[in-house]
């Protein structure tokens, strides 16, 4: 991977987080936490950590309906939020935007 201005190779010390998706999302719900304020402190100890990147793969049973049109929910908007906070914090993200395994491991699939 190379960026694109410079044509440097670009390199990440990084993270896989899935607190918007897939089980991660689900157990913060069976705790009854505030997801919002459960990504504000990852986020923080992300960076404290010194990581500068974060990676995921974007689960589409979550995201989009079954002809694949994007769907506003819970999951786009916690991605969203996600996303913003990175930022704030320039943590570097790349996102594979579609998966071809389900999203229930340890669970079974939804």
Do not use: C
């Amino acid at each position: 991977m190379r960026w694109s201005d410079t044509r440097q190779e670009a390199s990440f010390f990084g993270v896989n987080y899935t607190l918007s998706s897939a089980h991660a999302y689900r157990a913060i719900g069976y705790l009854g936490l505030d997801r919002k304020a459960a990504v504000d402190k990852d986020v923080y100890h992300i960076s404290r950590l010194g990581l500068n990147a974060y990676r995921i793969h974007l689960w589409d049973v979550e995201l989009t309906d079954e002809q694949g049109n994007l769907l506003e929910n819970e999951h786009l908007d916690l991605m969203d939020y996600l996303i913003t906070k990175l930022k704030e914090r320039n943590i570097h993200i790349v996102i594979t935007a579609q998966t071809n395994f389900g999203n229930g491991y340890p669970e079974r699939n939804i």
